[in-house]
């Protein structure tokens, strides 16, 4: 599951609602959902109508 999903579904929101709070469309938060990760404006977007800092979205791999 990815992050974005994790989150808005913690917040109980559909992504129809995100779409409509973000100002993003809900093609774009899918595609997010899927793998996609947001970058610039919708990242910082999606951050700030979910109340969450912006690195909370990125996927961190550790360097082994």
């Known amino acids: ?21 973000s100002g993003i469309s809900v093609r774009t ?8 990760p947001p970058k610039g404006f919708t990242l910082k977007a999606l951050a700030k109508s979910l109340d969450v800092a912006a690195q909370e979205f990125l996927e961190i791999t550790p360097i082994i």
């Open 1 to 21: 599951m990815s992050k974005l999903k994790k989150i808005r579904e913690q917040k109980n929101l559909t992504q129809e609602e995100l779409a409509e709070l």
């Open 29 to 36: 938060i899918q595609r997010i959902e899927s793998g996609t």
